[in-house]
Nanobody, 123 residues
């Protein structure tokens, strides 16, 4: 059974950095795309980033490009989201998600989800 557990959220000042972690169990990275999504109160879930392990390809939402980096450690079965130059509008609950095989930014395609970790960026 697939389980995803996020950690690393917290309070950070605008312009600062934060690294989120997602520890996965019950899946093989080579057969999955791993994604990060976020959701702020009153807003729809937003695509943040994905990594497809088989190809190594990464994709980012428009507002994340140049600031966020998704990566993974296969030995630890962990996916990371390194966030830099954080802005108040990055404040949200961040979720790790997984789907079999190829890339998509559509949240509905992701079958497995963690419980989320909260990120708050102060001005």
């Amino acid at each position: 059974q697939v389980q995803l557990v996020e950690s690393g959220g917290g309070l950070v000042q605008a312009g600062g950095s934060l690294r989120l972690s997602c520890v996965a169990s019950g899946l093989t990275f080579s057969s999955y795309t791993m994604g990060w999504f976020r959701q702020a109160p009153g807003k729809e879930r937003e695509f943040v980033a994905t990594i497809t392990w088989s190809s190594g390809n990464t994709y980012y939402g428009d507002s994340m490009k140049g600031r966020f980096t998704i990566s993974g450690d296969n030995a630890k079965n962990t996916v990371y989201l390194q966030m830099t130059i954080l802005k108040p509008e990055d404040t949200a609950d961040y979720y790790c998600a997984a789907k079999r095989w190829g890339y998509t930014q559509n949240a509905l395609a992701y079958a497995y989800w963690g419980q989320g970790t909260q990120v708050t960026v102060s001005s």
